[in-house]
């Protein structure tokens, strides 16, 4: 695979656990991208944690070495698209998870991630690692 790719949370996460697939995988892309809603999610899990200090350390030094993407009023309009497809598909997805896929959408990139769920919308290219 080579391209342009915007990575969902559930494989950051993959990354920070060392995961072999995503880190052989990540030097085949042409550029990486990270949706500011996968980083939000990271700091809510970090939040949870018993290593809320540790967690946050190792988001931030993420963050800093990464291109993020935040949502805007394009996006807000992908997102209006993308609810409604899915609404009328009897399909839903978790709302962070519309975001993503619109800002996927947005900038015509490869959604990276291990959920399913995104292959229910039309046209978002995905692949699941």
């Known amino acids: 695979m080579s391209g342009r790719v915007l990575l969902d949370t559930n494989i950051i996460i993959a990354l ?59 996006t807000a309009r992908h997102y209006g698209k993308l609810k409604d497809h899915l609404r009328s598909k009897g399909r839903p997805i978790p709302e962070n998870d519309i975001w993503i896929a619109s800002l996927a959408e947005q900038y015509r990139l490869t959604l990276i991630s291990r959920d399913r769920h995104f292959t229910e919308i039309a046209g978002l290219k995905v692949e699941i690692w």
Do not use: H, M
Request: neutral net charge; hydrophobic residues 40%.
């Open 16 to 74: 920070f656990s060392g995961s072999i697939e995503i880190i052989e995988k990540l030097p085949t892309v042409s550029a990486v991208f990270v949706p500011s809603i996968a980083i939000g999610e990271l700091y809510y899990g970090a939040r949870k944690s018993a290593k809320f200090k540790a967690n946050s350390a190792r988001i931030d030094q993420f963050r800093s070495n990464s291109v993020i993407l935040p949502a805007d009023e394009e």
